[in-house]
């Protein structure tokens, strides 16, 4: 006899032993032959419940359904699956308050299909009317927590298993923001009563022993000073422990650009003098980066960008950043340094240096400036910058140049808050910047210019990608005549950035068909934005506004409307942004009957 068949017989001869043991050969029939039958393809139903999020969560957890796309070779092995799966529906179904819920199954083979039918007798939900928590600790303090509702346990409504979870975790964090640094949930107890189908909870918790911060210890430091990292801490120790406040720290460290990680631990034990003491685990990031950007637009053509940083330069998170910029209508290149804890933490001093040549349609100009500027952190969403700039320029424009030397005290606001800078789908941004400027070379010339910007986002549909995206821009240039003014300080509508459809900074007033620039503009957007799939969406846009001559803009004057159609190609550097506009309002020998933009991130 070969080795395979007494193999064979020896696993037959075994489970028929061990089947007739048990009493059964139910189990030797299912076991031996289960592998040779063919497969049994069905389907699985929820009957006796209608709540659609009730019968979606059985789904999710079912290891039935889950398994559908591997159908058993038996009816036996279907039968276990579904018996298997009773203890975890049960639980789902006593998570939504049916704490008397039973289920049983049903397995129904017909000419073409089989179905496994879970039938459930839900009864009737047991309402939450009370809940209560029991102190284990040896303190005489008892910590006072807010009222249920606060926590999502609301009386009188039927028990939620989410929601209990939810204020279990509400309860420990307001613990740990409240100088409990290891609190932890000893007991549940959901008491029942069957009669009035109601349910009383209760939590045993033990906060453990109050304390305060002790002494920091800070790790995993090369290049970076352990002053810059002491700076960015949110306490001080002897402070009452709040876990906000390492939050904050993380948080602050992550904004610094040094680190490619960040841990903070707290010591396991509470030392003798309630204090706590926190280890701070660095791994610092290389400091410095080179980067490119590329853009295309129909009206001039080809642009790029190169970079290069470096964002610890003496130890203390100073950067010095370099760019280069070039297009068919720029050549520019600056260099800027920004040194962090000026004084203060949240305030940074800055100084820019920027050298141009531009030559959009509108005029030419040759310039050379430098700021000098302190930056101003009010909170996680405002900042405010201002200071001191000078600038030296010669601009031509139709045959006539003029040369300046602006001396200016330059101010600006930003309010950020959305959920992804590059990508945004909800919240709103505003920008607004304004400056005196006084030409030194002999002019007298004096103006006051001012401009601000709000977006604003939001989902159409609940959980939606269908997101609604608008903006508004507003402009103002008071003091001299318009002629008076600077070519390149006036305001001009028009490309990828304002009113996509016309050329860039072609919408504005005109001289024999040529763009002279106004002394107040109105730029408006809509756009309705649709994420497809996790790579790719589509947009559809409307942009108008114009530039006036007027100081503010002039209602009796038309704006220009331009629309379009956009592709989006999500990437982990942002989106990929192809638009085509088409100018509403076309004028003629000025306009072209199409536009075309490329570049990375959204339009705003």
């Not at 952190?377 to 030397?405: C, H, P, W």
């Not at 994420?531 to 004057?557: I, M, R, Y």
Request: proline content about 5%; some cysteine; overall charge negative.
């Amino acid at each position: 006899m070969q080795l395979r068949q007494w193999f064979v017989l020896k696993v037959v001869f075994t489970q028929l032993l061990w089947c007739l043991l048990h009493g059964s050969l139910a189990g030797f029939t299912a076991n031996v032959f289960a592998d040779n039958g063919p497969a049994i393809p069905y389907k699985v139903q929820f009957s006796g419940i209608r709540e659609k999020q009730l019968i979606q969560q059985l789904g999710k957890y079912s290891k039935t359904v889950e398994l559908q796309n591997r159908p058993p070779a038996s009816l036996a092995l279907l039968e276990r699956r579904a018996e298997q799966d009773l203890p975890r529906l049960t639980k789902i179904l006593r998570s939504f308050g049916y704490l008397d819920a039973e289920v049983i199954y049903k397995i129904e083979s017909q000419k073409d299909s089989t179905f496994v039918d879970f039938q459930i007798d839900s009864g009737q939900p047991y309402n939450l009317v009370s809940f209560d928590c029991h102190w284990i600790q040896s303190a005489s303090e008892t910590p006072v927590l807010p009222p249920s509702k606060t926590l999502g346990l609301e009386m009188g409504k039927p028990v939620n298993g989410q929601s209990i979870l939810e204020g279990q975790t509400k309860i420990l964090k307001r613990l740990q923001r409240n100088g409990y640094p290891f609190p932890r949930i000893v007991n549940k107890k959901l008491i029942a009563d069957s009669e009035c189908k109601t349910a009383a909870l209760l939590f045993e918790i033990d906060p453990g022993k109050k304390a305060v911060f002790g002494e920091t210890s800070i790790e995993g430091l090369d290049t970076v000073r352990e002053s810059f990292i002491r700076n960015r801490l949110e306490w001080e120790e002897g402070d009452l422990f709040d876990s906000r406040l390492l939050d904050d720290t993380r948080l602050n460290l992550f904004k610094s650009n040094l680190f490619a990680m960040t841990r903070i631990e707290l010591a396991t034990t509470i030392e003798v003098s309630n204090k706590t003491p926190v280890t701070i685990s660095l791994t610092e990031r290389k400091p410095q980066t080179i980067g490119a950007g590329a853009e295309y637009r129909s009206d001039d053509g080809p642009g790029g960008k190169l970079g290069w940083e470096h964002r610890n330069l003496f130890g203390e998170g100073e950067r010095l950043a370099a760019d280069a910029m070039f297009s068919g209508i720029e050549y520019s290149g600056g260099l800027v340094f920004k040194k962090p804890d000026f004084y203060d933490k949240n305030q940074s001093f800055l100084t820019e240096l920027r050298i141009a040549d531009d030559h959009p349609d509108p005029y030419s100009s040759r310039n050379i400036g430098l700021s000098f500027l302190l930056e101003r952190i009010l909170n996680e969403e405002m900042k405010v910058l201002g200071g001191v700039s000078y600038r030296l320029a010669d601009v031509t424009q139709l045959g006539e140049s003029n040369s300046f030397g602006l001396l200016s005290l330059p101010a600006k606001f930003e309010w950020l808050a959305v959920d992804d800078v590059f990508n945004p789908t909800e919240g709103g941004r505003l920008k607004f910047q304004a400056a005196p400027y006084y030409d030194t070379l002999g002019t007298n010339m004096a103006f006051f210019k001012s401009y601000g910007k709000y977006s604003h986002y939001f989902s159409l549909v609940d959980d939606s990608n269908l997101i609604f995206a608008s903006q508004i821009g507003v402009g103002s240039l008071v003091g001299d005549s318009l002629k008076s003014l600077p070519a390149d300080e006036r305001f001009y509508a028009g490309g990828g950035g304002s009113i996509r459809g016309y050329p860039y900074q072609m919408v504005s007033p005109l001289q024999d068909n040529h763009p002279i620039g106004g002394r107040s503009i109105l730029e408006l957007s809509f756009e309705l934005r649709m994420q497809l799939s996790k790579h790719f969406g589509f947009v559809t846009f409307l942009d108008g506004g114009a530039a006036f001559e007027s100081v503010l803009p002039d209602s009796s004057e038309d704006l220009l409307w331009g629309t379009g159609v956009g592709l989006r190609i999500f990437t982990p550097i942002g989106p990929f942004r192809l638009d085509v506009g088409f100018p509403l309002n076309k004028r003629e020998a000025i306009d072209d009957s199409v536009q075309i933009y490329i570049s990375i991130g959204q339009a705003f």
